[in-house]
Structures are given as C-alpha cells and as structure tokens.
C-alpha cells in the first residue's frame, strides 16, 4: 500500500492476497497500524500530496491524479476537510513559511506534516456541523 498508494486497494483485495478473510484482514491491519486499511490509505494519498504541493509545480489535478483520487473536486474537498486549506491555499501557505527543512532530518519533517487521521472524514465534518448548531457535542465511540 505504501509503495503505491495511488492505486486502489479494497479489502477485498488485500484479504485475498493474505489468505485470510476480509474481516480478520481489517480487524488485524487496524490492530497492527492503529488505523483501518482505507482510513491509513488516505493518510498516505495526503502525505504524498502535501509532498507533491510543497515540492513541485504540478497543477493540482496532476497531483489529485497521481496520489490516486479519480476527481478533483472530491481530492480538493478531503484535503480541506483534513488540513484546513484547499490543496492551492495550502501550497502557497507552505511555500512562504519554507524555510531551512533540509537540516531537518527526513523522518521528522514527514511525521510533522502527517495528517491526523484519528476520525473519519465524515465523522469531522458531521462534528463541526454539530457545533455550528449549537447541538451538544456527543462523546463517540472509536
């Protein structure tokens, strides 16, 4: 999943390819990584667009298209809802505030800019709507 991350990877796919079935296979990555399979694959797509963003000049369809998301409104509609800036604000963000991260060792610099993944996409957006309305903010179960 790591080395390609743009490629799609249902669990159906990754039990088959373990031997095992599909509900031993999530129950156990998400016992191994602390995340679900499709939740710790998001967070690798991120990483990789935020590195593509930071690093380079492609256009952000180009990114959305490499790190594996078919349309680039639903890739600019995740990344926002998980960093907080839409992919272009977030890279001229990124590109202003540079400054000497090359004396930074590389495992630092990745695991600062990894996404908190600890909720769902949906689940955060479905919280700060919450908020917006005044509703009480009920504990979740995880």
């Not at 499709?38 to 593509?52: I, Q, V």
């Not at 492609?58 to 078919?70: D, H, K, R, S």
């Not at 990894?114 to 908020?131: D, F, L």
Request: aromatic share 8%; with cysteine; proline share 6%.
């Amino acid at each position: 999943m790591d080395a390609a991350s743009n490629e799609a990877w249902p669990v159906q796919r990754l039990a088959r390819v373990s031997h095992v079935s599909e509900a031993h296979f999530a129950r156990s990555f998400k016992q191994a990584f602390g995340l679900p399979p499709h939740r710790y694959l998001l967070t690798r797509r991120m990483e990789r667009a935020k590195a593509l963003l930071r690093d380079t000049e492609l256009p952000v369809l180009e990114i959305a298209l490499q790190t594996g998301w078919n349309s680039l409104g639903t890739f600019g509609r995740v990344f926002r809802d998980v960093n907080g800036k839409s992919p272009s604000a977030w890279r001229v963000f990124e590109q202003a505030a540079r400054h000497a991260l090359t004396e930074v060792p590389h495992c630092f610099v990745s695991a600062a800019y990894r996404p908190g993944m600890t909720s769902a996409v949906s689940e955060k957006r479905r919280r700060e709507q919450a908020a917006k309305k005044g509703a009480p903010n009920k504990p979740e179960c995880l």
